[in-house]
Each structure stands twice: as C-alpha cells, then as structure tokens.
C-alpha cells in the first residue's frame, strides 16, 4: 500500500513564501511523474504541477512562475517551493502521480490571509 504523507502547509500573508514535501514510501519512485494538486473550499481537485522521472516539470497556468516543483528520489520526496503567494492559493495541497492513481494522502493546509 503506498503511503503519501505531504507537509509544510501554514499560515501566510500575500507575497510570502511557504515549501511543501511529501515523502512516498513506494519502490521504484523515481519511475514516475509525480504531481501536486491543490483542493480549494468548494472547488474541484487541480493538478498545479508536475514533474517527471527525468524532472522535466509542467504548470497550470495559475502557479507559472511562482511554483517550483523538484523531487529527490535518493528521499523518495517531492517538493513545492511556492513563492509570491496570492489569496487564490488558499487550498489542501496534495501529492500523487500525475495521473493521481494511488490513494491520497491526508494534505497540508495552505492559508493565505492578511
């Protein structure tokens, strides 16, 4: 059963910064994209980011230029350093595949409030 245990979340003003890491206890992590997703009050699950096996990353269009995901397979973790933070990114943040085919785990809590 693989295990996705994500943290970092907070509490943060606009413009500020927060990193999140999620560590996957999966054999052979390194072979797949790997994606976070975000989950805001009300609002469907969104991929914001992904990142391959060989780290090519891809990004909503809503996260571009602020979001930066990386990964180290040695630790099994991948990683969202969130930057330039906006009210709009107020959500659960979660780490899957890219394609989310395992189960989620619990999320991190991102708030963005003055």
């Known amino acids: 059963q693989v295990q996705l245990v994500e943290s970092g979340g907070g509490l943060v003003q606009p413009g500020g910064s927060l990193r999140l890491s999620c560590v996957v206890s999966k054999r052979a992590f390194n072979i797949y994209i790997m994606g976070w997703y975000r989950q805001a009050p009300g609002k469907q699950r969104e991929l914001v980011a992904t990142?391959?096996?060989?780290?090519?990353?891809n990004y909503a269009d809503s996260v571009k230029g602020r979001f930066t995901i990386s990964r180290d397979n040695a630790k099994n973790t991948v990683y969202l350093q969130m930057d330039s933070l906006k009210l709009e990114d107020t959500a659960v943040y979660y780490c899957?595949?890219?394609?989310?085919?395992?189960?989620w785990g619990q999320g991190t809590q991102v708030t963005v409030s003055s």
């Open positions: 899957n595949t890219g394609s989310g085919i395992w189960p």
């Open positions: 990142i391959s096996s060989s780290s090519t990353t």
